[in-house]
């Protein structure tokens, strides 16, 4: 009985040390192979008077922002509508990285600022009764635009070095919401940018009576990005009557720029490449002359050099 307790004793224990065992990585590879989290920002949740509810704000900053050269220098802010994590933040966050490594645009702070019901948030009160009828619960983009203006720029005014120039991003009813704050809150921001923004919306009310706004208005550095996809319809036509209000704008009180990518883009692939070429235009940065481009880097890969070889 003693040699067999000793046995079974023996086997649990040679049992318990291949198990434990087969839980510690046998190589430094296969350690190294468990990975790290890779972090891109800062994730804060604000709770909002305004709203009466919390809301999640994310932070990308640039690598060099906490430089000891940089201690001093302040970076302007793109504010993201639709900015949660599982919304438009992250890949808009990685504009904000390949500006600062092409050095081909301005580096900037990104904030992603969450929406939870856009159709409540981003729009006004349609005065177009079947509008009405169809999204009772839309007329919350004041109580939104108090949300920017009293609670998340004095928030990340208060956290990090901000500069001057702020500006404003969406798309689709985000869109909206930008076109909607350029006309009726344009001292929250100086640049604002609208990708296939819903003019659709309350039969194209805000293109049909937009120029109110604008009228009286005097000369600024505001700016503001138009792009639309194949929309066509209602949001088409809507951009076209927007478009004849800037045109009619007081001299010198916005400059815009729209870029038509109906011939190339729908409403799902618009946002990103819009945004990229929205940022190239805001906060371009003169290029270093190289001189000529050498005639090597200039034949296409896949056709034979047509220059001779040297």
Same mark, same amino acid.
């Given at each position: 009985?003693?040699?067999? =307790?000793? #046995?079974?004793? $023996?086997? %649990?224990?040679?049992?318990?040390?291949?198990?434990?065992?087969?839980?510690?990585?046998?190589?430094?590879?296969?350690?190294?192979?468990?990975?790290?989290?890779?972090?891109?920002?800062?994730?804060?949740?604000?709770?909002?008077? $305004?709203?009466? @509810?919390?809301?999640?704000?994310?932070?990308?900053?640039? $690598?060099?922002?906490?430089?000891?050269?940089?201690?001093?220098? &302040? /970076?302007?802010?793109? /504010? %993201?509508? *639709?900015?949660?994590?599982?919304q438009d933040f992250q890949h808009?966050?990685?504009?904000?990285?390949?500006?600062?490594?092409?050095?081909? /645009?301005?580096?900037?702070? %990104?904030?992603?600022? +969450?929406?939870?019901?856009?159709? !409540?948030?981003?729009?006004?009160?349609?005065?177009?009764?079947?509008? !009405?009828?169809?999204?009772? +619960? $839309? #007329?919350?983009?004041? &109580?939104?635009?108090?949300?920017?203006?009293?609670?998340?720029?004095?928030?990340?005014?208060?956290?990090?070095?901000?500069?001057?120039?702020?500006?404003?991003?969406?798309?689709?009813?985000? #869109? =909206?919401?930008? %076109? @909607?704050?350029?006309?009726?809150?344009?001292?929250?921001?100086? *640049?604002?940018?609208?990708?296939?923004?819903?003019?659709?919306? @309350?039969n194209q009310h805000f293109a049909?009576?937009?120029?109110?706004?604008?009228?009286?208005?005097?000369?600024?550095?505001?700016?503001?990005?138009?792009?639309?996809?194949?929309?066509?319809?209602?949001?088409?036509?809507?951009?076209?009557?927007?478009?004849?209000?800037?045109?009619? !704008?007081?001299?010198?009180?916005?400059?815009?720029?729209?870029?038509? &990518?109906? !011939?190339?883009?729908?409403?799902?692939?618009?946002?990103?490449?819009?945004?990229?070429?929205?940022? &190239?235009?805001?906060?371009?940065?003169?290029?270093?002359? /190289?001189?000529?481009?050498?005639?090597?880097?200039?034949?296409?890969?896949?056709?034979?050099?047509?220059?001779?070889?040297?």
């Amino acid at each position: 009985m003693k040699n067999w =307790l000793l #046995g079974l004793c $023996a086997l %649990v224990g040679a049992c318990a040390t291949t198990n434990s065992d087969a839980q510690q990585p046998q190589t430094a590879t296969e350690a190294s192979a468990r990975g790290t989290p890779i972090t891109i920002g800062t994730s804060y949740t604000l709770q909002s008077a $305004a709203l009466g @509810d919390e809301r999640q704000i994310n932070v990308w900053l640039p $690598a060099d922002y906490g430089a000891e050269a940089n201690a001093n220098r &302040r /970076y302007n802010v793109l /504010y %993201v509508l *639709d900015g949660a994590l599982d919304q438009d933040f992250q890949h808009i966050a990685g504009l904000g990285q390949l500006g600062a490594l092409s050095w081909t /645009y301005e580096t900037l702070i %990104v904030v992603g600022v +969450q929406t939870k019901d856009r159709r !409540a948030e981003l729009t006004r009160r349609p005065h177009d009764p079947r509008h !009405a009828q169809e999204f009772p +619960q $839309a #007329g919350g983009a004041r &109580r939104f635009q108090d949300f920017l203006g009293n609670e998340v720029i004095p928030f990340v005014e208060a956290r990090y070095r901000t500069g001057e120039g702020r500006a404003l991003m969406g798309e689709s009813l985000a #869109g =909206l919401f930008v %076109v @909607d704050t350029f006309l009726h809150r344009p001292q929250l921001f100086r *640049d604002y940018v609208a990708v296939s923004p819903s003019l659709w919306w @309350d039969n194209q009310h805000f293109a049909r009576d937009g120029g109110h706004d604008l009228e009286g208005r005097t000369a600024s550095n505001t700016r503001l990005y138009l792009a639309i996809a194949n929309e066509g319809g209602a949001t088409q036509a809507g951009m076209d009557r927007f478009l004849r209000l800037l045109e009619a !704008a007081p001299q010198g009180s916005v400059t815009w720029r729209y870029s038509d &990518r109906s !011939a190339t883009e729908t409403h799902a692939t618009i946002y990103h490449a819009a945004a990229l070429d929205a940022l &190239r235009w805001l906060y371009v940065m003169p290029q270093p002359d /190289y001189g000529p481009t050498p005639w090597y880097y200039l034949d296409e890969p896949d056709r034979p050099s047509e220059h001779p070889a040297h």
